[in-house]
């Protein structure tokens, strides 16, 4: 049966055109205006089109020409229609490159016999085009809206899918939910397990997306480790909320590939479409935004959007725009948390911190500034200004015949990866003329997961230079024993995570007590961060830690005050 559709704003006229259309055995479909026509058109494919000249918005000439620029709609037969009946009117459609105009009122039998007309017409002599057209727009398609990898449409089919999904919801006045969905720590797979791997793992999150939603949901993947969802035919937010946890159950669950065994994490942002305002790029942004905040806080594993999430949003802006200023500016400052022995109770090092104060944004929060410096790479001249004023001023106190001490300086990922790394510290210590033995670099666990085997081979270039080597944050990240006892470690520091409930949880002391085990035997030194209470400092004191750092002995303060510090060398 043939397709037919029928674009008209006169509800009266339109539904006299669809009567007649069904009477001739037609499949007939009815748009009340130009735009929801043309996505009518766009979606259904008519076999030919009917449509009203004089329309609001959006009238017959636009829509045509809409249409003819969309290589799936260009070639369908089109009929104007038109209570005009001036020549000028007439010639105007036909020079557009319309099939035929039919002028109000006309009688059945001229309707059907313009109808059969243009479709005898495009059986005989268009038909073996199309059917070329359709085939190389299939192939097309397949190269061009494809996820190679996982076969899922990508970004730019996803967009127009999503689009016909919208108009669907605001004819049925229904909902959409758009989620957008990161996996976190991809990389640490990628960098450990190899590509290969990483390509399997893909895959297998592409397979229980698709088996975790219904057949007539989307499921995309947008590029990297991000993918999307467009949930279709919801009645109310509330309908998505059961779908979540089910779909952050499936994805943790282990993944077997070639025998191994990986675990994994979503992060997923969702917004719901019900107001019939928003656009794609609109949903999809807000979904992205809200996956993106989902990342930061890292306690949760999915979160709606919302407005507020833009307000973050804005200031991560103001702050990557400041942020590329700010060294010029001078407004960075080496703050120092100092670190003490728990046998001697003394002052034996320090951890450098960097601190910002901008005019506009006051002080930053070091959670917010860090991880955009390292997103956009200002993290490498940030962190060697870091190390410079850092060991000119430890240098600077030890002339000053102050206790000589040790200081930590922390390397983001993105640092330590500098291939000029060792060449760019050994000419800071030449230049400061600081001992190497007085420099600690500080790698998260994380950051020595990516590409083991270059780990190693840098690690063992700075200890041959005297400088010590400690994992910060250790317990939060993916470290295989196997991999830690190769590495060239002079210290652990235990996550302040761990140490919070050390008195109060059992698996938390537990915890603690196994990793200063694990170093004892390994000989490698234990420093417990965020230590607050005494109790704290008694548990980790008879469990044999070596030293600490946290609130309990000093926040972190500006040289000034961590000198003053050293002089009173006060001890617990």
């Not at 895959?203 to 088996?211: D, F, I, N, P, Y």
């Not at 001249?381 to 000119?392: A, K, Y």
Request: aromatic content about 6%; some cysteine.
């Amino acid at each position: 049966m043939k397709k037919i559709l029928v674009i008209e704003d006169t509800p009266s006229l339109r539904e006299d055109v669809l009567q007649i259309l069904e009477c001739l055995d037609f499949e007939a479909i009815g748009a009340e205006n130009g735009v929801v026509g043309v996505e009518l058109a766009k979606t259904h494919l008519p076999d030919l089109i009917i449509c009203d000249v004089m329309m609001p918005q959006l009238d017959g000439y636009g829509v045509f020409t809409a249409l003819r620029q969309d290589p799936e709609t260009a070639v369908i037969p089109f009929i104007f229609l038109s209570a005009k009946a001036d020549r000028s009117d007439i010639r105007q459609g036909m020079n557009l490159g319309a099939d035929d105009y039919l002028t109000k009122p006309f009688t059945t039998s001229e309707l059907r016999n313009a109808i059969t007309a243009r479709l005898e017409k495009q059986a005989a002599v268009i038909q073996p085009y199309i059917d070329e057209m359709k085939k190389a727009a299939e192939h097309l398609s397949q190269l061009a809206y494809s996820d190679p990898l996982t076969c899922l449409p990508n970004r730019i089919l996803l967009h127009h899918r999503l689009r016909e999904a919208l108009a669907t919801a605001r004819r049925n006045q229904q909902g959409v939910a758009v989620l957008c969905l990161n996996l976190d720590r991809f990389k640490v797979v990628n960098s450990t397990m190899g590509h290969l791997m990483g390509d399997l793992l893909l895959q297998s999150v592409a397979q229980r997306l698709t088996h975790s939603v219904k057949a007539e949901d989307i499921v995309a993947r947008l590029g990297g480790d991000e993918f999307s969802l467009v949930l279709v035919n919801l009645s109310l937010t509330q309908d998505v909320e059961p779908i979540l946890p089910r779909l952050v159950q499936n994805l943790t669950e282990p993944y077997s590939l070639n025998g191994q065994s990986v675990r994994i994490q979503p992060s997923i942002g969702v917004t719901f479409y019900s107001n019939y305002e928003s656009s794609p790029d609109q949903l999809l942004n807000q979904a992205d935004t809200a996956m993106r905040w989902v990342k930061e806080r890292g306690d949760v594993r999915y979160h709606f959007y919302s407005p507020e999430m833009d307000r973050v949003d804005t200031e991560r802006q103001l702050i990557e725009l400041y942020l590329g200023q700010a060294l010029e500016r001078e407004e960075f400052e080496v703050y120092y948390q100092p670190q003490v022995n728990l046998i001697t109770g003394r002052i034996i090092g320090m951890e450098a911190l960097l601190r910002w104060t901008n005019p506009e944004l006051g002080s930053v929060d070091p959670g917010k500034f860090i991880p955009i410096a390292e997103m956009t790479g200002l993290i490498v001249p940030i962190g060697e200004w870091v190390l410079r004023t850092t060991c000119r001023q430890v240098k600077a106190w030890q002339t000053s015949s102050l206790t000589p001490m040790r200081v930590s300086v922390n390397l983001s990922a993105r640092q330590f990866r500098q291939q000029n790394l060792i060449a760019t510290i050994r000419e800071v210590l030449a230049e400061t003329e600081l001992e190497p033995d007085s420099l600690c670099i500080e790698l998260t666990e994380t950051s020595v997961m990516e590409d083991v085997e270059v780990t190693i081979a840098t690690l063992h270039q700075l200890q041959q230079m005297g400088i010590q080597i400690s994992i910060d944050d250790f317990g939060t990240g993916y470290s295989s024993l196997n991999y830690l006892k190769r590495f060239p470690l002079d210290t652990l520091k235990i996550d302040k995570s761990f140490i919070n409930a050390i008195t109060s949880d059992s698996n938390d002391a537990a915890i603690v007590k196994a990793i200063i085990a694990m170093a004892q035997t390994l000989k490698i030194k234990v420093i417990a961060e965020g230590v607050e209470t005494t109790e704290q400092f008694d548990f980790l004191r008879k469990h044999g830690c070596q030293a600490i750092q946290g609130y309990l002995i000093s926040r972190p303060v500006p040289a000034i005050a961590f000198a003053d510090l050293l002089t009173q060398d006060r001890r617990l």
